[in-house]
């Protein structure tokens, strides 16, 4: 947390944040709004690493995280399929 310039005492709240959001992605009917957070959370990674001037990779790591993330929710909802304009 020093490294990022994090004060100690946000650990828990951070922590307790992702497990909020992660909750809510496993649970197939909040499971958008879950990875919406998630997305949100994973911005605010990508902008403590480029404020920290972190390497690339570990800038990019968190959108390829979330990328994972809304893929794995298209794998398993057909509703978002039907979203998409260059669907059939």
Same mark, same amino acid.
Request: charged share 25%.
């Given at each position: 947390m020093a490294?990022?310039?994090?004060?100690?005492?946000?650990?828990?709240?951070?922590?307790m944040i992702?497990?909020?959001?992660? %909750?809510?992605?496993?649970v197939p009917k909040t499971s958008i709004l879950g990875a919406v957070l998630l997305t949100g959370y994973l911005?605010? %990674?990508v902008a403590v690493q480029l404020?920290? %001037?972190n390497p690339l990779f570990e800038t990019?790591?968190?959108?390829?995280f979330g990328i994972v993330i809304w893929a794995g929710l298209f794998l398993r909802d057909e509703?978002?399929?039907?979203?998409?304009?260059?669907?059939?």
């Open positions: 490294r990022l310039e994090f004060p100690e005492k946000t650990i828990v709240e951070i922590g992702l497990l909020v959001c992660t %909750a809510l992605y496993v911005g605010g %990674a404020r920290v %001037a990019l790591f968190p959108v390829m509703r978002l399929w039907d979203l998409m304009p260059l669907r059939r």
